[in-house]
């Protein structure tokens, strides 16, 4: 074989090489660019809800062992629902129920509610009522839900909580005053609570004009039941007048609150003073809401429209 022709071979095998080479980068380009297409398309399929929902489930698998604590801790040191209202039916005791608002005021200074604005001294009064437990009050601790707004606020406040929660304590549920309670016990749930003020003088303390109302199936058990009327926001300004009005009266058997996170607050100064307070929060609405089909405490109005 001559130069010229082996040249020629030569060069024929380089430019089929190129060839190949150029149809496996083609076919390469091809791929990544259907690649590229899924995952535009995987990436407006997860916007909204989905992306929502995927962050949840990863948002929860990486809480669970702050939530495991927090169930550990709830069945070791809280009493159930009814062992709560039981309780309060049996003994002499208050009530200061702590939820995500109440944690979130005490260890926060930047959150405010609605209606409770935030202030040192709304931190103290929560701190002390939490830290501070006695014979004749009970503390509430949250029921352990396992809502991804549950677990956003254990994964931020639980090594705190945790260490403030006073030790040797038995703490009631506080969600005995919400919609769970009547959902799960129904009319036997109504009638324990209507026990707890059976034959008693009651004063209720609810902000005026607020959500409050006095649903005759729950209340019409107390032999006599008076108002005294607070302000429907920022009550927690408003518990000094609310206080000296209370020791101006004449003193009644029990006194129900319903003035959000100042009721918390409100609770711990009445044991103080030797007056049995509960904090009965929604429990008007909740009731409503099981029975009635009404709206979510927290879908109503915060002051009633005239």
Do not use: C
Not at 47 to 71: C, M, N
Not at 168 to 173: A, K, Q, S
Not at 219 to 239: C, I, K, M, Q, Y
Request: aromatic share 10%; hydrophobic share 40%; no cysteine.
């Amino acid at each position: 074989m001559g130069m010229r022709e082996m040249w020629l071979r030569h060069r024929g095998a380089r430019q089929r090489s190129l060839e190949d080479v150029v149809g496996l980068l083609q076919d390469q380009n091809a791929l990544l660019s259907d690649i590229r297409s899924e995952l535009r398309q995987q990436r407006r399929e997860i916007t909204g809800k989905d992306r929502r929902r995927l962050e949840g489930i990863i948002t929860q698998s990486l809480a669970e062992p702050v939530r495991a604590e927090v169930r550990r801790f709830h069945a070791e040191r809280t009493l159930g629902m009814r062992e709560t209202v039981e309780r309060l039916v049996r003994e002499p005791v208050g009530f200061s129920r702590f939820g995500d608002g109440e944690f979130w005021l005490m260890l926060r200074i930047t959150f405010s509610l609605r209606f409770q604005k935030n202030s040192f001294a709304l931190q103290d009064a929560l701190r002390d009522a939490f830290t501070r437990p006695t014979d004749d009050l009970m503390i509430g601790f949250p029921h352990p839900f396992h809502t991804l707004h549950w677990t956003n606020v254990w994964t931020d406040l639980w090594n705190e909580v945790s260490d403030l929660a006073p030790s040797g304590v038995r703490f009631g549920d506080s969600h005995v005053t919400r919609p769970i309670f009547f959902e799960e016990f129904g009319s036997e749930g109504v009638d324990l609570w209507r026990r707890v003020w059976e034959d008693r003088t009651v004063t209720v303390v609810a902000g005026e004009s607020g959500r409050f109302s006095l649903v005759d199936e729950l209340f019409s058990s107390a032999r006599e039941l008076d108002v005294v009327w607070s302000v429907p926001t920022d009550g927690f300004a408003d518990l000094d007048r609310v206080v000296a009005e209370l020791q101006s009266r004449p003193r009644t058997d029990l006194y129900l609150l319903s003035l959000g996170p100042a009721a918390t607050v409100l609770a711990r100064r009445l044991a103080d003073l030797g007056l049995r307070a509960i904090d009965i929060g929604h429990i008007s609405d909740s009731y409503l809401t099981t029975f009635e089909g009404g709206l979510l405490p927290e879908k109503r109005p915060i002051v009633r429209p005239e």
